[in-house]
């Protein structure tokens, strides 16, 4: 078995974050949300300033192959092997110019085996392999919110009339957010295995007992710097956090790295029926744990997931669906 695949990314957009601008009313000045709506006092106030346009072009590609092979009349063993480079995109406005190189080094091998048992006893089967994810295009198009051409500025407890009064409008030089990708990002990999031992109860009925699990290296995590600190003579208050940011020219800044991991474990118990008084009947019981040591596999960096932090994750059933198909397939 062979094959190869190529994908033209094109990642086109002119969408700001927050084109129209965005009140928000906090608990804040010794009030809840609602009353700092009522009274007008809004704790902060975003907008965009200047052009997002950017049109990011790459290729994604894969290559595979495996094989089949009958070792003995019980033993049957699979092998195979993915390449999965993806290339750096590259804007062709111009406006854009990533830090990061293309990914070239995806090799992803996976193994698996099944053996049939003595008697009635039933199979074993077992799995494994390292499978990539990507860069997602949300993720690397952070890029376009950033100066010369486009600012992203937080005003702390502004006017609600002119929030942006004495700030000016040139985007390349009025204080701006940073959005930062690193110079050694790549994409994120998985190590997933699976062991399981199939029986039949009776003539109907089946059983099936295992295990799967992961360990996901090099997931996005999201730095939050230049934070607001404690200075002498500038009162603590939520006006002047952007005074007491250590660098003057910047709000908050947002570095992305690979800097998380994630880990499954779980223990599976299956019975199931092709028929029975004529239905087909299967249920599942699932023992497991998720835990992520920053953000998971989904994390994308942008947005509100921009924020996310070490804690227990919630189950995908996209990866539920994936290890079933493994364990199909004797992987």
Do not use: C
């Amino acid at each position: 078995m062979a094959g190869i695949n190529a994908t033209r990314l094109q990642f086109t957009s002119d969408e700001p974050e927050v084109l129209r601008g965005l009140e928000q009313f906090n608990p804040d000045f010794g009030n809840d949300g609602i009353t700092n709506l009522r009274l007008g006092t809004p704790s902060r106030y975003l907008v965009s300033i200047g052009t997002a346009y950017r049109a990011f072009r790459n290729w994604d590609m894969q290559a595979y192959i495996g094989d089949r092979w009958q070792a003995t009349s019980k033993l049957t063993l699979q092998a195979a092997l993915r390449w999965e480079p993806m290339t750096r995109p590259r804007d062709v406005s111009g406006m854009s110019q990533l830090p990061f190189d293309s990914d070239w080094n995806n090799f992803g091998p996976a193994l698996g085996s099944a053996y049939r048992l003595p008697g009635h006893w039933g199979v074993l089967r077992a799995g494994g392999g390292i499978f990539f994810g990507q860069i997602f295009p949300v993720t690397y198009g952070v890029d376009r919110f950033n100066r010369p051409y486009n600012s992203r500025v937080l005003v702390q407890a502004p006017n609600l009339a002119n929030p942006l009064a004495g700030i000016g409008t040139d985007p390349a030089t009025v204080r701006s957010s940073e959005f930062k990708l690193s110079p050694d990002l790549a994409t994120p990999y998985s190590y997933q295995y699976n062991f399981s031992w199939e029986a039949d109860l009776t003539r109907n009925w089946h059983f099936t007992a295992g295990y799967v699990g992961s360990r996901t290296h090099k997931l996005f995590y999201n730095y939050v710097l230049n934070r607001a600190v404690f200075v002498p003579g500038i009162p603590f208050t939520t006006a002047t956090v952007s005074d007491r940011r250590p660098d003057k020219n910047a709000f908050e800044i947002l570095d992305t790295h690979n800097g998380s991991r994630a880990y499954y474990d779980a223990a599976i118990a299956t019975i199931s029926t092709p028929r029975w008084h004529g239905l087909n009947l299967s249920g599942s019981y699932w023992f497991s744990k998720a835990i992520d040591l920053g953000t998971d596999y989904t994390f994308t960096a942008v947005g509100n997931s921009s924020r996310d932090s070490a804690g227990q994750s919630g189950i995908d059933s996209r990866s539920e669906e994936h290890t079933s198909e493994l364990q199909s397939r004797g992987l």
